[in-house]
């Protein structure tokens, strides 16, 4: 059985870093596309980015673009969601999820695609 588990999440000042990390287990992420997702109370859960391990190439929206770096460890089946230039409104619920079966990621983070997900980690940014 597939599992993914986050970890990572705190409480930084405006500015700050985090660094999430999503560990896939129960399966070769090979086989994957993970996507970062996050939701703030009261909005719908938006697309952050993604990464097909098998090519290592990921994808961001507009809005954290040059802030948000996903990168790979293949010795631990782990994707991270490195965060930095933090703004309050960056603050959410951040999951980690995946679409098993496949070794490419759609072009667009949609969330209706993601069958796998993560109990989320929480971040918090203070202004």
């Known amino acids: 059985q597939v599992q993914l588990a986050e970890s990572g999440g705190g409480s930084v000042p405006a500015g700050g870093s985090l660094r999430l990390s999503c560990t896939v287990s129960?399966?070769?992420?090979?086989?994957?596309?993970v996507g970062w997702f996050r939701q703030a109370p009261g909005i719908k859960r938006e697309g952050v980015g993604s990464?097909?391990?098998?090519?290592?190439?990921?994808r961001y929206v507009d809005s954290v673009k040059g802030r948000f770096t996903i990168s790979q460890d293949d010795a631990k089946n782990t994707v991270y969601l490195q965060m930095n230039s933090l703004k309050p409104e960056d603050s959410a619920m951040y999951y980690c999820?995946?679409?098993?079966?496949?070794?490419?990621?759609?072009?667009?983070?949609?969330?209706?695609?993601?069958?796998?997900w993560g109990q989320g980690t929480q971040v918090t940014v203070s202004s």
């Open positions: 990464i097909a391990p098998s090519t290592g190439s990921p």
């Open positions: 999820a995946a679409i098993h079966g496949v070794s490419y990621c759609y072009p667009t983070i949609r969330e209706s695609n993601f069958g796998l």
């Open positions: 129960g399966d070769n992420y090979s086989n994957m596309c």
